[in-house]
């Protein structure tokens, strides 16, 4: 099971910006209705449109904006998107699973506490891509070498027990807080 | 169609697309327009010629009322992360008419106390996507940090979805999973 980003940002923007102007335009709309003063300037709004021809520069710099923005949203709608949940191998023992997957920022959680395990790991961050991981750790030890090679042991063996349908590249830094002399 | 997988995925790229179409479509009109391309109207006409027809609060509002719940529904429907879930019924084929229903929610309530029996399993959310005759399953699994996913993924296998086939009396679930690490644990120090 590979999915792929909700896409939740734009559209939360877009459907405020629709529900904004909905009630924008509603309340003025009413108001007008009731012989209020409208929330939105209607007649300021009117007059400046029958002031503005179609070949003023307004018009265009108008269009263009709506353009730029709607381009926007075009690319959101077809961009595919960061993959969010890495797929698992179809097992032939399990046929009933059909699609499974590690979720990404768990699969990351997971990970770095293994690399945290490690005795003379301070502080760790693991980042996972859909093919490449990557552990970052802190220690205060000056030498980082024999550290590295036992974080990335730590964190290969549990990838392998993960059951990823593609094994992600692991890529270990330590850095060492202790100043060089 | 197809039940969203991944909701809202394929509704937001849905409208996102479509808004962006309209917002295309709207510039090149007034492009057109504004540089004579378009002869719909006279470059030098007012873009808003005369004055407004008495009526235009009255469409104003139903409009402004209808894109303004669009908006709000489209909002709501962000919250939806899950497929939603469905109830089991099958009909009687015996003399007697009649069917019989189980809520999802009891299904799941169940699947998710088998699963919640492995020790590796934090908790479990489970939605029976699909009713009868052909039931599918949707199941996202806490597992500890320290689990085994491997024993964890075999534990629904074969002991939880075996026993969701016998009480449903179908030959096969279908089953697409979720692998999450839930609540956090504070790791033992190994060398």
């Known amino acids: ?181 | 169609m197809a039940r969203a997988t991944n909701p809202p995925a394929r509704l937001n790229r849905a409208l996102l697309g479509v808004s962006g179409l309209v917002l295309l479509a709207a510039a090149a009109l007034a492009a057109g327009i504004a540089i004579g391309r378009l002869p719909l109207v006279a470059g030098d006409a007012p873009v808003l010629g005369g004055a407004l027809p008495s009526w235009w609060p009255w469409a104003a509002t139903v409009g402004a009322v209808v894109v303004g719940l669009a908006g709000l529904r489209w909002l709501l429907a962000q919250t939806h992360r899950r497929p939603v879930g469905d109830t089991w019924t099958v009909t009687a084929d015996g003399p007697l008419p009649g069917s019989t229903s189980v809520a999802g929610g009891v299904t799941e309530a169940a699947v998710r106390a088998d699963l919640t029996d492995h020790a590796g399993v934090a908790d479990a959310r489970v939605r029976l996507t699909d009713g009868a005759p052909r039931p599918t399953l949707y199941v996202e699994l806490d597992l500890d940090t320290e689990a085994d996913a491997r024993g964890a993924v075999e534990h629904l296998s074969l002991y939880a979805l075996p026993r969701l086939r016998q009480a449903l009396g179908v030959p096969a679930v279908p089953t697409r999973l979720l692998l999450r690490s839930g609540r956090a644990r504070t790791p033992d120090r190994v060398a």
């Open chain 1, 1 to 181: 099971m590979t999915r792929r980003s909700r896409r939740t940002l734009p559209a939360t923007l877009v459907a405020l910006v629709l529900l904004a102007a909905g009630a924008l335009v509603a309340t003025s709309a009413v108001q007008v209705l009731l012989g209020r003063t409208p929330l939105l300037a209607v007649d300021a709004v009117t007059e400046a449109l029958a002031r503005t021809t179609w070949q003023a520069p307004a018009v265009l710099v108008a269009a263009g904006v709506a353009a730029a923005l709607g381009l926007v949203l075009l690319v959101a709608a077809l961009w595919p998107g960061r993959t969010h949940v890495l797929p698992l191998v179809a097992d032939p023992a399990l046929p009933e699973i059909v699609a499974g997957g590690w979720h990404r920022h768990d699969l990351a959680a997971r990970l770095r506490r293994r690399a945290l395990a490690v005795e003379g790991v301070e502080g760790a961050t693991a980042r996972v891509r859909r093919r490449r991981v990557r552990v970052t750790t802190r220690t205060h030890r000056a030498a980082t070498g024999a550290l590295r090679e036992a974080v990335a042991t730590a964190v290969r063996a549990d990838l392998d027990t993960l059951g990823l349908a593609r094994r992600p590249r692991l890529r270990v830094t330590v850095t060492s807080r202790r100043k060089e002399r």
